[in-house]
């Protein structure tokens, strides 16, 4: 089974903070993503990388930046957290890039930002 | 841009009623469509996908089929279980494997 983790599943932090989010799949995914999920939003996409060292924007990358140095792990970085950024993050990864791959979920990280 | 429409909730049902949830899309090109569920305090669990035009997805008694005429992915199950409470969410999947997601249905069934 694949298995994507996150490492925290509740995060606080104060404005200003840097947050580091990670996430890490066990099955040699080339694409991974980070998306924030919100009450009736559904989920909107931060960013994604197709493969090691690539990214790109998604639909909302504002206050967002993405590192991926190891195929196996997605970083997500909040460089100056705001409370506007208190959401559940979620990350996905999938084996390729065309359309019939699915997606798989990590359990998400809600982070609280006061 | 490519995106997803669904029905809002909460939508609330007895056990063993039939459950409907709509979903329509507008996309350029082919895209490849998914229904996911999200169970409280968790990550999306893929429930089913379809890939073609007129393919019928189906898992753990739920269905949907893809029609390109009417642009829809309508979710069904004909008796549900207070367990099949969750957030529903219908997704697309371009040609360049970019998704889009609804807002999200929440279901409760009731015993």
């Known amino acids: 089974d694949v298995k994507v983790t996150q490492s925290s599943r509740y995060l606080v932090k104060r404005t200003g903070e840097k947050v580091f989010l990670e996430c890490v799949q066990d099955?040699?995914?080339?694409?991974m993503f980070w998306y924030r999920q919100d009450p009736g939003l559904g989920l909107r996409l931060i960013y994604f990388s197709y493969d090691v060292k690539m990214k790109e924007k998604g639909d909302i990358p504002e206050g967002y930046s993405v590192s991926r140095e190891k195929k196996e792990r997605f970083s997500l970085i909040l460089e100056s957290a705001s409370t506007n950024q208190t959401s559940m993050y979620l990350c996905a990864s999938r084996p390729y890039k065309g359309s019939s791959y699915e997606q798989y979920f990590g359990p998400g990280t809600r982070l609280t930002v006061t | 841009g490519d995106s997803v429409t669904q029905m809002e909730g909460p939508v609330t049902l007895s056990e063993e009623a039939f459950l409907t949830i709509n979903c329509t899309y507008t996309?350029?090109?082919?895209?490849?469509l998914f229904w996911y569920v999200q169970y409280p305090g968790e990550g999306l669990q893929l429930l089913l996908k379809a890939t073609k035009a007129d393919d019928k997805g189906s898992n753990k008694g739920f269905e949907a089929t893809y029609r390109k005429e009417t642009t829809s992915f309508h979710l069904e199950k004909g008796s549900v279980q207070v367990s099949d409470s969750a957030v529903y969410f219908c997704a697309l999947s371009d040609s360049w494997g970019k998704f889009q997601f609804g807002a999200g249905t929440q279901v409760v069934v009731t015993p």
């Open positions: 099955m040699d995914h080339e694409n």
């Open positions: 996309a350029t090109g082919y895209p490849s």
